[in-house]
C-alpha cells in the first residue's frame, strides 16, 4: 500500500472521525517521516480533544525531534489535565536524550499524584542514563506498585548504578516472578561479584523467563568482568 501524501495526513487529522485521526498519527510517527512534514501537523494535534490522538501527538515528540520539543513536553508533563497525557510526556522526554530532562522528570515522579505517570517518569530517567537519577529510582524501589518497581530495577541497571546493587539484591526472591526477571536483566549491567552469584541464583529459578534472562545476563556480565 502506497503512503499517503502528506496532503491527505492533513485532511485524516482534521476529520471529526476519530480513528481517522489516530491513522494519521500513525504515519507522522513512522520513520519514513520527515521531522519538518510531520511537526506541523503533530503541534496541530496536541491540542485534540481526544486524549488518545493527543497522546500519540505528545509522544511523537519524542520521536520526531527538535530543539523545542523539551521545553513543550515539560510543560504539558507538568500542565495537562490527563494523567494518560503527562505520562506520554514523561515517556517521550526519555526518548530525547536530553540530560536537562532530568530535574522535570524527578519532579514529576515525587510530585504527581499518578502513579502510571510515576511509572513513565522512572523509565525515562533510566532512558537518559543520568547517575542524578538514582536516588529517584532507589525510593521507587519502595513503592507499593510491582510495576513502578519493575520500572526502577531496569533503569537502575540502565544508569549503572553499582553502590545500588545491595538495595537490588533484595528482589532476589521476590514473590513477584516479573520482578525476579526485571532483576536479572538489569544484573547484566552492574558487573560485581555479587551480581554474578546472584545471577548464578536467579539462573536455577522455578520460572523458567526467570532463569533465561539469568543465564542471557551471566553471558552479558562476562564480556564486562
Not at 517521516?33 to 497522546?55: C, E, F, T, W
Not at 532512558?127 to 513503592?143: T, W
Request: aromatic share 6%.
Amino acid at each position: 500500500m502506497n503512503q499517503p501524501s502528506l496532503e491527505q495526513i492533513a485532511t485524516q487529522l482534521n476529520s471529526s472521525n476519530v480513528s481517522e485521526r489516530i491513522l494519521a498519527m500513525i504515519e507522522l510517527q513512522k520513520e519514513t517521516m520527515p521531522v519538518s512534514d510531520a511537526y506541523p501537523l503533530i503541534k496541530q494535534a496536541l491540542n485534540d480533544h481526544n486524549v488518545q490522538v493527543r497522546g500519540m501527538a505528545v509522544f511523537s515528540l519524542g520521536i520526531k525531534k527538535t530543539a523545542a520539543n523539551r521545553e513543550i513536553l515539560v510543560n504539558i508533563l507538568e500542565s495537562d489535565l490527563d494523567y494518560n497525557v503527562r505520562a506520554m510526556a514523561a515517556g517521550a522526554l526519555g526518548y530525547l536524550e536530553d540530560k536537562q530532562a532530568v530535574a522535570p522528570l524527578r519532579r514529576a515522579f515525587y510530585e504527581d499524584t499518578s502513579w502510571l505517570v510515576q511509572f513513565s517518569a522512572a523509565v525515562a530517567l533510566g532512558n537518559l542514563k543520568d547517575v542524578q537519577a538514582q536516588a529517584v529510582l532507589l525510593e521507587a524501589l519502595d513503592s507499593n506498585y510491582p510495576l513502578l518497581q519493575e520500572a526502577a530495577i531496569m533503569a537502575l541497571g540502565e544508569i549503572g548504578a553499582i553502590d545500588a546493587i545491595t538495595r537490588l539484591l533484595t528482589f532476589v526472591n521476590a514473590n513477584d516472578w516479573m520482578l525476579r526477571k526485571r532483576l536479572a536483566e538489569a544484573l547484566g549491567n552492574l558487573p560485581d561479584s555479587q551480581t554474578q552469584a546472584a545471577l548464578n541464583y536467579l539462573q536455577q529459578d522455578s520460572h523458567p523467563l526467570v532463569a533465561e534472562a539469568a543465564k542471557h545476563s551471566l553471558q552479558q556480565l562476562a564480556k564486562l568482568l
